[in-house]
């Protein structure tokens, strides 16, 4: 048996798998709480010994591989010039590279939002702004404002070209640890963002991990360990391209509704399919992600109750016999109590019907939408974003998914809506069910057996 030892270290639980690479086989599969606090190996070890009690023997794994989102994983803020342009492409540079967005600000920073990122206390802050030969004024202010920061974060620089060695010398002067990236918009509307992605994944694994004492685990495995999001989205990414010897799925987005977050990943053109229609606004990445901190089923549930509207939850994702006061108490029970699980009909009823609105109101935010535009010539029609109506696959993932009674009606609200054909949902794909936690496996394992990681997923990714 040639076995591989998958380590997936969550915020909130650890899963370790193991996986019978010879025959492509799920040999077993554990978890234990993430000991974050004391040493995540504690969480570990206990999860090892529960596939020890199944049959499974780790030591005798041929390779050993982990992601980590622990400590609430990788945490950046991103820092641009234009809303729309370069600090959304500052944005999908954190986000392409695993990791969660605190805050996104633009133009020039001011002392109000330099106090917000003291709060938050990133990891890493992506500081960016203007194209290249454009704009050089904001992201210079914005340098001297964060030089002044109390904040031990390492500063990625990939703003205008021609502004990097002034900014970079600000924040060196003021002992800030500065990396230079290639900028992530040197034109308008032209991303550029995977040498920012490859410092960000470089400064994760050389500092962060060491910085959240994972320092262990890193000796223990044989490859760097990544950020779980990073292990999802190369998940995606072998699912609809393939392997060199097994063909993909074709476009697929991955649904994972968790306690705090609803993270949307992609992989897709998203290119017009219908006739007519004009690709505007920022270029789409192949492999795209959001991630939605107002939407989780406990962390932010007041926030997605306020988000969505009692009123809209009550009439659009719940049963009749659920009453506002039902939900309001509830929501408010969950929020304090994180780890809680409904205990009878009606709060699973009420725990589905958040987890409808998280999925709609987050596949929204995903796709792309269509806008008519009027001029003397008439009518025309221009997209913004990703048209994914013609998607292969639909995949969900997270706990109220798997563990859930009905969860294909979950994931029917990330479908197209006719009432509002602006917005370019998914119209009818398959709809797969990560039943066994694999997906971060799958990611993981596709660095190095490709294949077999492909093969796995489509042995263990259940049509619903």
């Known amino acids: ?105 633009c133009y020039e920073l001011t002392d109000d939002e330099l106090d917000q990122v003291t709060k938050y206390s990133p990891d890493i802050i992506l500081l960016a702004g203007g194209t290249d030969g454009g704009n050089k004024d904001v992201i210079i202010h ?9 904040v031990d974060a390492p500063i990625i620089v990939a703003g ?88 993909g799925l074709g476009d697929v987005m991955v649904v ?33 992600r959001t991630v939605e901190g107002d939407l989780g089923m406990r962390y932010s549930a007041l926030a997605l109750v306020e988000e969505v509207g009692i009123k809209n939850i009550l009439k659009n994702y719940l049963p009749p016999n659920i009453e506002e006061k039902m939900l309001v108490e509830y929501v408010e029970k969950i929020s304090k109590n994180t780890d809680y699980v409904p205990c009878d009909d009606i709060e699973k009823e009420i725990d589905a019907g958040i987890a409808k609105a998280a999925t709609d109101l987050a596949v929204k935010r995903h796709v792309g939408r269509i806008e008519t535009v009027y001029s003397p010539f008439g009518a025309a029609y221009v997209q913004h974003g990703k048209d994914l109506t013609q998607l292969n696959y639909l995949i969900g993932t997270g706990g109220i998914l798997i563990y859930g009674e009905n969860p294909k009606e979950i994931l029917k609200h990330g479908l197209y809506d006719s009432s509002q054909p602006d917005i370019l949902a998914p119209e009818n794909p398959k709809i797969l069910l990560d039943e066994k936690y694999l997906l971060s496996s799958i990611g993981l394992l596709s660095e190095i057996v490709p294949d077999k990681a492909l093969r796995l997923a489509k042995q263990y990714l259940k049509e619903i």
């Not at 914005?142 to 109390?150: I, P, Q, T, V």
């Open 256 to 288: 994972d509704i968790g306690g705090a977050t609803t993270d949307v990943d992609s992989a897709a053109t998203g290119e017009p399919t219908k006739q007519g229609v004009t690709l505007r606004g920022l270029e789409e990445p192949f492999i795209k």
């Open 160 to 247: 205008n070209k021609t502004a990097a060695s002034a900014v970079e010398k600000v924040l060196r002067a003021a002992s800030k640890e500065v990396y230079v990236a290639e900028n992530v918009m040197p034109k308008l509307e032209c991303l550029n963002i995977e040498p920012a992605k490859k410092i960000i994944r470089e400064v994760f694994l050389n500092r962060i991990i060491y910085a959240k004492g994972l320092a262990k685990v890193s000796e223990y495995v044989d490859s760097p360990i990544i950020p779980t999001p990073s292990a999802v989205m190369k998940a995606a990414e072998l699912l609809a391209k393939g392997s060199n010897n097994e063909a």
């Open 1 to 105: 048996m040639e076995l591989a030892l998958l380590i997936d270290i969550g915020s909130t639980y650890t899963k370790v798998t193991a996986i019978d690479l010879e025959t492509v086989e799920l040999k077993g599969t554990a978890q234990a709480a993430t000991t974050v606090a004391e040493d995540v190996n504690i969480g570990i070890n206990k999860a090892i010994e529960e596939l020890r009690a199944m049959g499974v023997e780790p030591t005798e794994a041929k390779h050993k591989l982990a992601c980590s989102s622990a400590a609430g994983g990788l945490k950046m803020i991103a820092v641009g010039l234009v809303p729309e342009l370069t600090s959304e492409a500052a944005k999908r540079a954190a986000l392409g590279a695993g990791a969660k967005v605190g805050h996104v600000f």
């Open 142 to 150: 914005n340098a001297k404002k964060l030089a002044e920061l109390k």
